[in-house]
């Protein structure tokens, strides 16, 4: 059972734009959710979390958006740079880290 | 920042040997650590959750006899794949986590390739 939904699969944005990653959460036990960037190969990057007492957090051109009732939460990444091009891992944890099916994410220059 | 490193990262090795990775937080003292395993284009997928000093506890589905996992110290976990066949050809990867966070660093990964 898929208990952390991640949409889209793939995104393209333009240098300068705007990416959006989307997910959903069933389990309202989690009470933490971090977001990994992935680059081939390598490790997955802590990015940015947040905790369901909070609904948004930003650390640089990176944001959280949370909503508790609705058992969401997405990430935006502002002005989109080449070197943003990854895969992004939404995640929801009590005691262990529940990932999302991931999201590849292409920034054209 | 925290830092995590695996060793190795890339292996390949014939089947029916055994291959051991260690995971290593290097400033920072890892309570629990954690191993993932993940196929291409594929999210990670835990296999099992080991705290310093006492077994680990695995999923649901994997064996426990052929990966085996020891962290005898807060900064040092392993993982044996023993009797390695070609359908365990995989990234291997490891987080740690210290104490009172809910935070997990990862390590670079290790390529496992089993002819």
């Known amino acids: 059972q898929q208990q952390v939904k991640q949409s889209p699969q793939s995104l393209i944005v333009q240098k300068g734009g705007i990416s959006i990653i989307n997910c959903a959460y069933e389990?309202?036990?989690?009470?933490?959710f971090p977001w990994y960037q992935q680059f081939p190969g390598k490790g997955p990057a802590l990015l940015i979390a947040?905790?369901?007492?909070?609904s948004e957090k930003k650390e640089g051109r990176f944001t959280i958006s949370f909503n508790k009732s609705a058992k969401q939460f997405s990430l935006h990444i502002m002005d989109s740079q080449p070197g943003d091009s990854a895969t992004y891992f939404c995640?929801?944890?009590?005691?262990?880290?529940?990932f999302g099916a991931g999201t590849i994410l292409r920034v054209k220059s | 920042g925290a830092v995590v490193s695996q060793h190795p990262s890339r292996v390949i090795c014939k089947s029916g040997t055994s291959v051991k990775i260690e995971c290593r937080s290097l400033?920072?003292?890892?309570?629990?650590m954690f191993w993932y395993r993940q196929f291409p284009k594929q999210s990670l997928m835990l296999m099992a959750t080991?705290?310093?000093?006492?077994?680990?506890?695995?999923e649901q589905g994997v064996e426990k006899d052929k990966f085996l996992i020891n962290h005898a110290s807060l900064t040092l976990s392993t993982l044996t794949v023993t009797s390695a066949h070609p359908e365990d050809s995989s990234f291997y990867i490891c987080s740690a986590q210290g104490t009172s966070t809910d935070t997990q660093y990862f390590g670079p990964g290790t390529r496992l390739t089993v002819l």
């Open positions: 080991s705290n310093e000093g006492s077994k680990a506890t695995y």
């Open positions: 389990n309202t036990a989690f009470d933490y």
């Open positions: 400033d920072f003292q890892a309570t629990t």
């Open positions: 995640a929801a944890t009590r005691n262990k880290l529940v």
């Open positions: 947040i905790r369901p007492d909070v």
